[in-house]
């Protein structure tokens, strides 16, 4: 679950490279936080979980699923 793995902004946002035109916002949709990636070339906004350097080797997820 990426509750258990910081995805947003915080204290454990340094585990994820944000990259380019990437922002958070509130999403009334679904009444929580999201990012918004955008930009005409996608090799260059992006967010890459985990973060290269972060020494973590997965997201220890356990669902069948995950959403984005």
């Known amino acids: ?14 585990l994820n490279k944000k990259q380019g035109d ?10 929580r936080r999201a990012l918004s990636v955008e930009g005409t ?13 972060a020494n973590i080797k997965n997201l220890g997820l356990t669902g069948r699923y995950i959403y984005f």
């Open 1 to 14: 679950m990426l509750k258990h793995f910081k995805m947003l902004p915080g204290s454990d946002w340094k």
């Open 41 to 53: 070339i996608s090799a260059n906004n992006y967010v890459q979980l985990p973060h290269p350097s």
């Open 22 to 31: 990437v922002e958070e916002y509130f999403a009334k949709e679904i009444g």
